[in-house]
């Protein structure tokens, strides 16, 4: 299973680390994504890291503000969030992603919910 | 980064079968795999269909999936209430050599 957490209120322009753990697989194995969702709203992937961590992708709107990272001895994955702005805001999910060459998002996390307020 | 097309809603009666499309382009959904997940209310989202057409283990054959060029489309059928749900497609993208993942809008689906 995955299990988020760090989620909380901050004021824009502040920053958050959001945490992932797993649990129940070889979590070194697997490449991992970070996925937020504004309630009401529709999924918005952010970031992905290679299962060795020395691959890393961001959405546009995060890139130079987010970095995701990985400790493999602990499974864990990170998600450092600085500059937060409003539109940051959401519930964040972490996600598994499939292995052997299949494409998909095979297990996710519950999602710890970030909110930027002042 | 562009998102993939998807209907607001879609809606059928039990027993019936629904379509959802799913709409992008050559460098999403035409060069890569499709994969499809529903949310239940309430509910973290849960992943059906992957590689544009394979169930995960344990999900019903009322649910399938296909691909045909820069389209997707998942297909419910027998519908019945439980299905009511969000539903939406994902896949990567290689737009401007930035590999990204990228979902659909979502599709609201109910059971009538």
């Known amino acids: 299973q995955l299990v988020e957490s760090g989620g909380s209120l901050v004021q824009p322009g502040g920053s958050l680390r959001l945490s992932c753990a797993g649990s129940?697989?070889?979590?070194?194995?697997?490449?991992m994504n970070w996925v937020r969702q504004v309630p009401g709203k529709g999924l918005e992937w952010v970031a992905h890291?290679?299962?060795?961590?020395?691959?890393?992708y961001y959405v546009d709107s995060v890139k130079g503000r987010f970095i995701i990272s990985r400790d493999n001895a602990q499974r864990l994955l990170l998600l450092d969030m600085n500059g937060l702005r409003d539109e940051d805001s959401g519930l964040y999910y972490c996600a598994r992603d499939l292995i052997g060459g299949d494409y998909g998002m095979g297990l996710w996390g519950h999602g710890t919910t970030v909110s930027v307020s002042s | 980064q562009r998102v993939l097309t998807q209907p607001p809603s879609v809606s059928a009666a039990p027993g019936q079968r629904v379509t959802i499309s799913c709409s992008g382009y050559k460098s999403n959904i035409g060069d890569n795999y499709v994969s499809w997940y529903q949310q239940l209310p309430g509910t973290a989202p849960k992943l059906l269909i992957y590689?544009?057409?394979k169930r995960l283990s344990g999900i019903s054959d009322r649910f399938s999936g296909s691909k045909s060029g820069t389209s997707a489309t998942l297909t419910i059928s027998a519908l019945q209430t439980a299905d009511e749900a969000d539903y939406y497609c994902a896949t990567w993208d290689n737009y401007l050599n930035a590999p990204h993942w990228v979902f659909g809008g979502g599709t609201k689906l109910t059971v009538l």
């Open positions: 890291i290679s299962a060795r961590g020395n691959v890393k």
């Open positions: 129940g697989f070889n979590f070194g194995d697997y490449e």
């Open positions: 590689d544009n057409y």
